[in-house]
T-cell receptor
Framework: DTGVSQDPRHKITKRGQNVTFRCDPISEHNRLYWYRQTLGQGPEFLTYFQNEAQLEKSRLLSDRFSAERPKGSFSTLEIQRTEQGDSAMYLC?????????????????FGNGTRLTVT | DQQVKQNSPSLSVQEGRISILNCDYTNSMFDYFLWYKKYPAEGPTFLISISSIKDKNEDGRFTVFLNKSAKHLSLHIVPSQPGDSAVYFCAARKAAGNKLTFGGGTRVLVKP
């Protein structure tokens, strides 16, 4: 399977605990995105990376959230001191941006997400 | 501020008939639009896209129409099949932008 892989698929945690999610993008993709989706809503942008550089963060990404992509391959999203409002589906997506282009029309390819439940 | 809106949360259609999904946007900086389909417990999968320089793009049973003056796009699925039952999201991207802004989704049910 050469699609976007996310781990774990489900995570249940108690309020106040820290959680970390992992995303493995499609191997040749240099762009990696994190989105969050709550029930009945569309995905909301959190952040994205070009290789290992984090180029944009949404205001939704509070100080308790941190994302990394240390070697430009897989990425991790950590949530510290989880709150019940963090309960959501966390989606990772990847795409390929050719050469020196800043933007392209290549669609994002999404993983199956990690569903977080904070009790 | 919801910049991309799908005003119909659900749609039911008979197999073989046409499904029409609508999407409105408010930001005139959007220049690229996409439709994604999502099955339960899976991530969204790309369906079809359209650039703002076009008003129609067709791919098999799926056609997307763009009306820039009305800031409106629609997705036509014809003929609809039971396997098309899913949640459909429209998304938009600004010129030279790098993130997608999604609508809230429309749940489509195709009845056999």
């Amino acid at each position: 399977d050469t699609g976007v892989s996310q781990d774990p698929r489900h995570k249940i945690t108690k309020r106040g605990q820290n959680v970390t999610f992992r995303c493995d993008p499609i191997s040749e993709h240099n762009r990696l995105y994190w989105y969050r989706q709550t029930l009945g809503q569309g995905p909301e942008f959190l952040t994205y990376f070009q290789n290992e550089a984090q180029l944009e963060k949404s205001r939704l990404l509070s100080d308790r959230f941190s994302a990394e992509r240390p070697k430009g391959s897989f990425s991790t999203l950590e949530i510290q001191r989880t709150e019940q409002g963090d309960s959501a589906m966390y989606l990772c997506a990847s795409s390929f941006l050719p050469g020196q282009a800043f933007s392209s029309n290549s669609p994002l390819h999404f993983g199956n997400g990690t569903r977080l439940t904070v009790t | 501020d919801q910049q991309v809106k799908q005003n119909s949360p659900s749609l039911s259609v008979q197999e073989g008939r046409i499904s029409i999904l609508n999407c409105d946007y408010t930001n005139s900086m959007f220049d690229y639009f996409l439709w994604y389909k999502k099955y339960p417990a899976e991530g969204p999968t790309f369906l079809i896209s359209i650039s703002s320089i076009k008003d129609k793009n067709e791919d098999g049973r799926f056609t997307v129409f763009l009306n820039k003056s009305a800031k409106h796009l629609s997705l036509h699925i014809v003929p609809s099949q039971p396997g098309d039952s899913a949640v459909y999201f429209c998304a938009a991207r600004k010129a030279a932008g790098n993130k997608l802004t999604f609508g809230g989704g429309t749940r489509v049910l195709v009845k056999p």
